[in-house]
């Protein structure tokens, strides 16, 4: 094994310890120290190509090193690839909603392709990220909005504008504790602030079951020199998850969107904690967590920043899909929500 190989060995498990330093913004490294959190997910292949060079030279010193490494990996990995069990398909009383979320990359992304998307995923609810106003007519016209004619949210400039669109009616909900991750963001906050996109909460009433909440969310990215407000945004996702899990246990609530961050980032990490308020739906699906950027051609996809998360909903399926235009990929999931009891309550079957 050579030297350079020994130094990239001795970064990958540099990278791997960071993940658990959920560092303070303030300090002058926090930057860098969140985008090597980002990268964990590559150093599982880089540590099983180094192993193997090293067996075959014969290097029993660093095989041991790198097997260590990548052993760690697959202990990482395996919550990402374990299929959760469920009840059987089509289970009586239980009503199917499909959502989908799209980051269109300030526009870009090609309305007939994401119109496609619509026809062939056959979303009940459709969160868009990133919209500005010069992109809906072509959405329009290209037959979105025939297909999810109930809308909420707003189209705005500089990725600000956030739009749910719904098969069902829908109601924008009003919630004064969003925080820092409010439901009308601003690219240029008052003094004092930080820059937003919208974030809305809407509840949903698909037939014969309960309402479901449902927030499109999009935390302001990592920026080079300050990481300060996308951990805060995402400091205050997770205390909205916790209230509204604690206020109503049984209430199912999903959250969708472009996260900035993969489940290697602290912040996103302690919403799905084993007691945390929400479950990543790749994750009781198995087969790995789907990547959704950079999007930028085949197999370019390195990073899971995309994602469905839900409380007290089955998941039955998932994805991510292609979106020529823009730089990610579309995420969907197929939930399942309890039956409306006719008492008005929700059927504890979780």
């Known amino acids: 094994m050579t030297v350079l190989e020994l130094v990239v060995l001795a970064l990958g498990a540099a990278v791997t310890a960071l993940r658990w330093w959920d560092v303070d913004p303030a300090r002058p490294l926090a930057p860098l120290v969140v985008r090597a959190q980002a990268l964990v997910p590559l150093v599982g292949p880089l540590a099983l190509l180094l192993l193997l060079r090293a067996l075959v030279a014969g290097a029993a010193g660093p095989a041991a090193a790198a097997g260590a490494l ?57 969160a868009l990220v990133e919209v500005p106003p010069a992109a809906l007519p072509a959405l ?63 509840r949903l009433r698909p037939p014969g079951a309960p309402p479901v909440l449902v927030r499109a969310v999009h935390p302001y990215y990592p920026a080079l020199r300050d990481v300060g ?17 604690a206020e109503a246990p049984a209430a199912p609530f999903v959250v969708l969107g472009d996260l900035n961050a993969t489940a290697d980032h602290p912040p996103l990490r302690r919403l799905l904690a084993p007691r945390g308020p929400l479950v990543l739906a790749g994750r009781r699906l198995g087969g790995g967590r789907p990547r959704t950027w950079p999007d930028v051609g085949p197999a370019s996809a390195l990073l899971a920043l995309d994602h469905v998360l839900v409380h007290g909903l089955r998941v039955r399926a998932g994805g991510a899909e292609h979106v020529p235009g823009t730089d990610h990929r579309a995420v969907w999931a197929d939930l399942e929500a309890p039956r409306a009891a006719r008492t008005g309550t929700v059927d504890p079957g979780l």
């Open 229 to 245: 407000p996308w951990r805060r945004q995402l400091r205050s996702l997770d205390r909205w998850a916790r209230e509204q899990a």
């Open 140 to 202: 329009e016209r290209a037959g979105v909005a025939a297909a999810l004619p109930h809308r909420a949210g707003r189209a705005a400039d500089d990725g600000v504008g956030t739009l749910v669109l719904s098969r069902w009616p829908l109601e924008e909900v009003a919630d004064e504790r969003l925080g820092s991750l409010p439901a009308r963001g601003s690219a240029e906050p008052p003094e004092g602030g930080e820059r937003t996109s919208d974030n809305p909460v809407v």
């Open 70 to 126: 990548l052993a760690v990996h697959a202990a990482l990995a395996l919550p990402g690839w374990w299929v959760a069990p469920g009840a059987p398909d089509g289970e009586r009383g239980r009503v199917r909603v499909r959502v989908a979320a799209v980051n269109t990359w300030y526009g870009r992304a090609d309305a007939a392709a994401t119109a496609a998307l619509v026809r062939r995923l056959d979303p009940d609810v459709l």
